[in-house]
Every structure is written in C-alpha cells, then in structure tokens.
C-alpha cells in the first residue's frame, strides 16, 4: 500500500548545544510535528513509522503511496509554517527494508 519511503528533515531555527532543540522552542513544534505527521495519514496517503532527532534537526520517515505529491502535501505545511525549514528526499521501499533494518540494528 505505501511503496515509497519519504525522508522528511526539519532544520531547526534554534538548537541547544546537545543538538536538540532548546525548550521554549520545542514546545512551540508541537502542532508543527502534528501537521506533518497528520497531513499524510489524514489524506490516507501515507503512515509515518519513525522520527529521530539529533544534530539539530528532526527526521520524519514516512511510506507513502505510490502516486503521494509529497511536495504538495507538504506545501500546506510550508505556508501554515514559513520559518521553518524543510526538505525531502523519496526512495522506493515496497518491502519496508529500512524499517526492518533499523529494528534489527536498534532493537536485537
């Protein structure tokens, strides 16, 4: 159902010394995280399965569906958000190898 993996990065405007973001800041990128997670599984066109953050930035993994316009979906985001900062990258992943991966490396 979602073949693709979205790798979706969100550079932080304010970062602590350990890399993540300072308190005040944070609390503030509680609706921003929901937005992003939201505006695909409302649609019914993705399910985010994992978000880490380190080094300043947050990263939302996402399996999309094939035909998912990740940049329009995320363009409502963008204009609901303007300071902050985006990107994308889109890889084929129809057996979810990345998860996989990542349990058998972090989980054993």
């Known amino acids: 159902m979602f073949p693709n993996l979205a790798l979706i990065v969100h550079e932080f405007s304010t ?19 929901n ?14 399965v994992l978000v880490e953050t380190f080094g300043g930035k947050r ?12 940049e329009e979906l995320l363009s409502q985001v963008r204009r609901a958000n303007p300071k902050e900062n985006l990107s994308w ?3 084929p992943d129809p057996d979810w190898d990345f998860l ?9």
Not at 16 to 21: A, D, T
Not at 100 to 108: D, I, L, N, W
């Open 89 to 91: 990258t889109i890889h």
């Open 35 to 48: 937005d992003i997670r939201s505006t695909f599984e409302r649609s019914e066109t993705g399910q985010t």
């Open 15 to 33: 970062v602590s010394s350990n890399g993540l973001p300072d308190a005040d800041y944070n609390d503030e990128l509680l609706q921003f995280d």
């Open 59 to 70: 990263r939302y993994y996402v399996y999309v569906a094939a035909q998912t316009d990740v």
């Open 100 to 108: 996989k991966k990542y349990h058998e490396q972090y989980f054993v």
